[in-house]
């Protein structure tokens, strides 16, 4: 059974342009699923799946500087292919792979560590359109809101409405 993980490596490409030293972490598109309350005229109440609360990510740099972000067009605004790839480790030494890709809006650029000695920190917010993580070859979700998918790792629940409306 496997234990807990360590990260071994770690890879970003963001729009074409790859940072690993560079990359200090990041947070997952992680689909939400999000629900609403139900009154079925009954004295127990509930809650309905009506949909998935809309996907963000970041992903900290440490040592890129502003000029190589914006000469590569990683300013707010831009639409962004991002894929992230990494190696895990648990306590057993069973490796993991992870990839994770995103199709993404960037919504801030935060700077900080500015302190004599310390290397520009750049915090990169994105709203996500597509999110798509894999786990040695396991598809944990794949979630596209302009592609009408959402594939939580058991199947695409929207597939038949697709189908269903002729898309």
């Not at 995103?102 to 700077?111: D, H, K, L, P, R």
Request: charged residues 30%; proline residues 2%; aromatic residues 4%.
């Amino acid at each position: 059974m496997a234990g807990q993980r360590v990260r071994v490596l770690l890879r970003a490409v963001v729009d074409g342009l790859p940072f690993m030293n560079e990359v200090e972490e990041y947070t997952s598109a992680r689909p939400k699923k999000k629900t609403e309350e139900v009154k079925g005229g009954g004295f127990i109440g509930g809650e309905i799946f009506s949909g998935i609360e809309k996907m963000t990510g970041t992903l900290v740099l440490k040592g890129a500087t502003t000029a190589v972000l914006a000469k590569y067009g990683l300013s707010v605004g831009n639409k962004l292919p991002v894929s992230i790839r990494e190696t895990l480790m648990d306590e057993d030494g069973k490796r993991l792979v992870v990839t994770e890709t995103w199709i993404a809006e960037m919504t801030g650029v935060e700077e900080s560590g500015k302190g004599q000695g310390q290397l520009d920190q750049h915090t990169l917010t994105f709203a996500v359109d597509s999110s798509k993580r894999i786990e040695n070859g396991k598809v944990l979700w794949n979630v596209s809101r302009r592609a009408h998918i959402c594939d939580l790792g058991n199947g695409d629940l929207l597939e038949a409405d697709r189908k269903a409306i002729g898309i």
